[in-house]
């Protein structure tokens, strides 16, 4: 199967998203946060930087439970594109 290269709305979308858990996981230690949502270190890591820029819904949905972020918040900062909510504010 050939993957369909991400376009470039996706590959920002997944730098936010690795923005805000990285906010979010704040001073706690990637290892702890991974160890409780069930994903290896370097999978957090990853979607972190942006080098997994379209994490499995489930990954995504146990790592915001460890971090206390509901996924309405994820969605609504993933929708918009960084510029737009800037522009907005």
Do not use: H, N, Y
């Not at 439970?65 to 969605?75: M, R």
């Amino acid at each position: 199967m050939v993957r369909v290269p991400l376009t470039a709305e996706e590959l920002e979308r997944g730098l936010r998203l690795g923005e805000l858990l990285r906010s979010a996981r704040g001073d706690r230690s990637m290892v702890q946060v991974a160890l409780d949502a069930g994903i290896s270190v370097e999978t957090l890591r990853k979607i972190e930087t942006g080098r997994i820029a379209t994490p499995a819904f489930f990954t995504i949905s146990a790592v915001a439970e460890v971090l206390g972020i509901s996924l309405d918040t994820i969605a609504r900062t993933l929708e918009t594109p960084q510029s737009e909510q800037e522009v907005a504010s």
